[in-house]
């Protein structure tokens, strides 16, 4: 059974490991020098490295080369476009670099209102609310809207921060497989007769690291069926998908809580969530992730505004986008390498063990291709991955030079 229960989890790791406890002649920061040498020997390091972007192309210089980023969420090139920036300055310029206090305090200008209103009206929710990132509205909304009487059921890829959330809310958490939903209706069977409060089903429209969808009809279907709410996270599909690219939760009725993200095809910075007015409401009373932080800066929100009003109008940059999408799925499939159910603009490249996965990674670096290596704990083991994304913005030459570079790799 794929039954998480956070607090037997800790407790049986800490059984695990006697060392954990206190030793008055260990060093104190000796935890951290185990892990990160556990994460060295099993090759799941991460380092930071610094980048220069050359603006409005899809080059970047890393470490003094010159490379062609294939990890960058900006689906349509927004991050660059001379109207958002225009936005961003000139409402920095009128309204300051910060908005210098939390909403409920001094720093819900007109502006935010305003932004709230825009959205609501773009992607005909009830009610539109801000949040400062997308890992921030789903760590603090879920955890706000579940406890320790509810039940969580999660698609088993779902992004991080959903799961976050579920464990900071101490609802019994459980996971069905994969998009499956006959896995799924056995949970919510399970449940009928049980005393919890509320059952909350969380999926993602495009998942992050497959890039393949959820059905959203027959998650809406079952949700109803038994009486449970549904939370989708829409963040790599809006500004890409659905209907001038207002996503894929756009239009559809059933859905409680609709995540967006504007960090991604909206090139800025920020997120959203739509919901019902009592929903806000709640939520603007019980959500600490929204009552205790600043509000977005105000050079966000206009840039955000801006792209808000953009976005709708670029079905060329989409057409493109899909272009390149099919190009790139369609070659890396003949070289015969699997790219599992990739149905966006986000490309797995399924290498498995992680090991290789880091070689190959750095081949493509070599070849001037930037495309990040996805290992464990994102993945699942044995489940590594060279994770593309494209945009718009990238060429067919740049295109060619990817395709390029997984050939030869493909002859070694
Ligand atoms: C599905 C999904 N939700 C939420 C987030 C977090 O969004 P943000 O980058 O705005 O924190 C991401 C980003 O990685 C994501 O892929």
């Known amino acids: 059974m794929n039954l998480i229960q956070p607090g037997h989890l800790i407790r049986k790791t800490r059984k695990?490991?006697?060392?954990?406890?206190?030793?008055?002649?260990?060093?104190?920061?000796?935890?951290?020098t185990d892990a990160l040498q556990k994460r060295k020997e099993e090759h799941q390091f991460r380092s930071l490295k610094g980048i220069d972007p050359e603006a409005g192309s899809m080059k970047v210089i890393r470490e003094g080369k010159e490379l062609i980023n294939f990890c960058s969420n900006d689906y349509l090139g927004l991050a660059t476009h001379p109207k958002v920036i225009e936005a961003a300055t000139v409402y920095t310029q009128k309204y300051g670099a910060g908005a210098t206090a939390s909403r409920l305090v001094s720093g819900n200008f007109s502006i935010h209102e305003q932004l709230e209103e825009e959205l609501k009206n773009t992607f005909g929710f009830d009610a539109a609310m801000l949040f400062n990132t997308g890992f921030q509205a789903n760590t603090t909304v879920i955890a706000a809207l579940a406890d320790r009487n509810s039940l969580i059921l999660a698609d088993r890829k779902i992004h991080n921060s959903m799961l976050q959330g579920s464990?900071?809310?101490?609802?019994?958490?459980?996971?069905?497989?994969?998009?499956?939903?006959?896995?799924?209706?056995?949970?919510?069977?399970?449940?009928?007769?049980?005393?919890?409060?509320?059952?909350?089903?969380?999926?993602?429209?495009?998942?992050?690291?497959?890039?393949?969808?959820?059905?959203?009809?027959?998650?809406?279907?079952?949700?109803?069926?038994y009486n449970a709410l549904l939370f989708s996270d829409d963040a790599h599909a809006i500004g890409v998908l659905g209907e001038k690219g207002l996503g894929l939760n756009h239009g559809k009725e059933g859905i409680d809580i609709s995540v967006g993200t504007f960090g991604k095809a909206f090139g800025v910075f920020g997120a959203f969530i739509g919901c019902s007015k009592p929903m806000k409401e709640y939520l603007v009373n019980h959500c600490p992730g929204f009552i205790y932080t600043t509000a977005l800066p105000p050079g966000v929100v206009g840039a955000i505004s801006k792209t808000l009003n953009l976005v709708p109008k670029m079905d060329d940059q989409r057409d493109e986008l899909l272009r390149n999408t099919a190009y790139i799925k369609a070659e890396l499939q003949a070289l015969g390498f699997n790219t599992a159910d990739s149905d966006s603009q986000i490309i797995p490249v399924i290498i498995g063990d992680e090991k290789d996965t880091m070689n190959l990674s750095g081949w493509l670096e070599e070849q001037g291709i930037w495309a990040s290596a996805i290992r464990p704990p994102t993945v699942q083991q044995g489940l590594s991955r060279i994770r593309i994304t494209l945009t718009a913005k990238h060429t067919k030459e740049q295109l060619n030079r990817l395709i390029r570079a997984f050939k030869e790799w493909g002859k070694r």
Request: a negative charge; charged letters at 30%.
């Open 16 to 32: 695990a490991q006697p060392y954990n406890n206190v030793q008055p002649d260990q060093p104190k920061q000796k935890f951290i």
């Open 167 to 225: 464990i900071l809310s101490r609802a019994e958490l459980k996971r069905f497989h994969h998009n499956d939903y006959a896995h799924l209706e056995q949970q919510l069977k399970s449940a009928e007769g049980k005393e919890y409060n509320r059952i909350w089903i969380l999926t993602e429209t495009v998942f992050s690291m497959d890039g393949d969808r959820n059905d959203l009809d027959k998650l809406i279907c079952l949700s109803e069926q």
